[in-house]
């Protein structure tokens, strides 16, 4: 059973930086897109970045430069470097991965986050 696990979140002063990661487990056998998304309250889901299996990256005009997604394809584990970190930050980060396993090739979501920007 495929598994996406997020960990890193937690309270951070504006300018701070976080770091979090995302595992991913159970019978994969290629992951093709590994991506982030956050949703704030009362707001609608929206895409932070994205990174391909070949290390291509694209990310959302409003984190550019200040966020950095990675990942490590022999732990089947990505990673977002938040930096410089503002209030309007603040949400649930989600991890979201399109991979394959024996039979099938879907998208998996993770369970989230919380990434609370405050002084």
């Known amino acids: 059973q495929v598994q996406l696990v997020e960990s890193g979140g937690g309270l951070v002063q504006p300018g701070g930086s976080l770091r979090l990661s995302c595992a991913a487990s159970?019978?994969?056998?290629?992951?093709?897109?590994m991506m982030w998304f956050r949703q704030a309250p009362g707001q609608q889901r929206e895409l932070v970045a994205i990174?391909?299996?070949?290390?291509?990256?694209h990310y959302a005009n409003f984190v550019k430069g200040r966020f950095t997604i990675s990942r490590d394809s022999a732990k089947n584990t990505s990673y977002l470097q938040m930096n410089n970190l503002k209030p309007e930050d603040t949400a649930v980060y989600y991890c979201?991965?399109?991979?394959?396993?024996?039979?099938?090739?879907?998208?998996?979501w993770g369970q989230g986050t919380q990434v609370t920007v405050s002084s």
């Open positions: 159970g019978g994969i056998l290629a992951i093709n897109v």
């Open positions: 990174i391909d299996n070949g290390g291509s990256t």
């Open positions: 979201k991965a399109n991979l394959r396993t024996i039979g099938m090739t879907r998208d998996y």
